[in-house]
């Protein structure tokens, strides 16, 4: 996505590229991204513009593939205004190519996982690696009753045992 097709969209980068942003590297084959629902038709715009076409859409995710093999499928998730802004508190800026985006803070990221994981729990491996990670790189961030709380929430407190020692 070109910098100038942006526009005043505001936008997440989440996912894999996201965890870049706090200092994990993870090899992915897509950019994940986040709007708010009221942004969702002009990032469409913005992926049309783009050249990307939609392979798959429902109410709360779209996947965007680009005909040169060279570009990166884009997925797009979209929540509500109000998650959208309260994932803003913490939420960093991270460049990516010649593009800043932002990025959910690191407990944003864990909850975003946690949701995943709980939504199909065959995502625990690959996710819980990324929230391993992201505890690893950024210790100081979660003390151990505030990552409990988090995997209470996100209903997912059956596994907090496995990860309650990367906290303090």
């Not at 505001?10 to 991204?33: M, N, P, W």
């Not at 002009?42 to 995710?61: C, D, H, P, R």
């Given at each position: ?6 526009g ?42 783009s ?11 779209s ?10 499928d ?21 460049r ?11 407990p944003?990221?864990i909850a ?14 690959k ?24 995997f ?17």
């Amino acid at each position: 996505m070109r910098a100038e097709l942006r526009g005043d969209l505001r936008f997440f980068l989440i996912g894999g590229r996201a965890l870049e942003a706090h200092g994990v590297v993870r090899f992915t084959k897509d950019v994940d991204l986040m709007v708010a629902t009221g942004d969702l038709p002009a990032m469409n715009a913005v992926l049309t513009k783009s050249g990307y076409k939609k392979a798959v859409e429902n109410q709360i995710f779209s996947r965007w593939t680009h005909p040169s093999m060279t570009v990166d499928d884009v997925d797009v998730m979209v929540v509500s205004p109000d998650t959208f802004e309260k994932l803003l508190l913490g939420s960093v800026i991270h460049r990516m190519g010649p593009v800043n985006m932002r990025v959910p803070g690191v407990p944003s990221l864990i909850a975003l996982k946690l949701h995943a994981i709980k939504s199909n729990p065959d995502r625990l491996e690959k996710d819980g690696r990324d929230i391993a990670e992201l505890l690893k790189q950024n210790p100081d961030i979660l003390d151990k009753a505030a990552l409990e709380t988090l995997f209470t929430k996100y209903g997912c407190s059956h596994h907090f045992p496995q990860f309650s020692h990367l906290a303090k």
